[in-house]
């Protein structure tokens, strides 16, 4: 069972225009949530994180906000980019309850390909 | 320093035959993680262990895994024997202290099992 869904497997996006990618999570213990991003034929590379004690996390061209009441995080990019292009994975993690764990459950990826 | 290193990146075997996947971990981090990459299934986490003890392997799919940590810096998954649904990228991450949710990924080994 899917404790982080990431529903839309690719997402297409003209260069200079906005990408919104989603994510919903089931666990109402998952308190740290992470983006990472993975070129082909590469590892994946941490983007950005959010505490579940906030409801915004900002860097540069990247935003992602987080709804707990609906179980719901999503990232922004603006502008996109050519070089965004690649896969986004979602994380979340269980964190500080019953003891800190490094554990982190990821969802299945959305493609993001930006278009000159 | 180097990254988390993978060997082989790439593993063509036959099934029924025996696999054996590396990698040295970040120096300095005391975690290390075995993750399974699937279009259907996404980064399924198989192990992970801290300071070279396994602490969870509730993502082991069957018996046939097996995973050690001899010291430090370096760690084995084996698979025994192979199956064509093991075929996937397998990913071996790192992470340097309790707490720290980044991890640091290899760049992984494509195992293809025919």
């Known amino acids: 069972d899917q404790q982080v869904k990431q529903n839309s497997p690719s997402l297409s996006v003209q260069e200079g225009r906005i990408s919104i990618l989603n994510c919903d999570y089931t666990?109402?213990?998952?308190?740290?949530f992470l983006w990472y991003k993975k070129y082909p034929a590469e590892g994946p590379t941490f983007l950005i994180s959010?505490?579940?004690?906030?409801d915004k996390n900002e860097d540069g061209r990247f935003t992602v906000f987080l709804n707990k009441s609906a179980k719901h995080l999503s990232l922004h990019i603006v502008p996109s980019q050519p070089g965004d292009s690649a896969v986004y994975f979602c994380?979340?993690?269980?964190?500080?309850?019953?003891?800190?764990?490094?554990?982190?459950?990821f969802g299945t990826g959305t493609l993001l390909a930006v278009q000159p | 320093d180097a990254g988390v290193i993978q060997s082989p990146r790439h593993e063509v075997t036959e099934m029924g035959q025996e696999v054996t996947l590396r990698c040295k971990p970040i120096s300095g981090h005391d975690y290390l993680f075995w993750y399974r990459q699937t279009m259907m299934r996404g980064l399924e986490l198989l192990i992970y262990f801290n300071n070279n003890v396994p602490i969870d392997d509730s993502g082991m799919p069957e018996d046939r895994f097996s995973a050690k940590m001899p010291n430090a810096s370096f760690s084995t998954l084996k698979i025994q024997p192979s199956e064509p649904r093991d075929s996937a990228v397998y990913f071996c991450a790192s992470s340097y202290r309790l707490g720290a949710y980044e991890q640091y990924f290899g760049p992984g080994t494509r195992l293809t099992v025919t």
């Open positions: 666990n109402s213990m998952f308190d740290y």
């Open positions: 959010i505490s579940s004690i906030k």
């Open positions: 994380a979340a993690s269980e964190g500080n309850y019953g003891g800190a764990t490094n554990k982190l459950i």
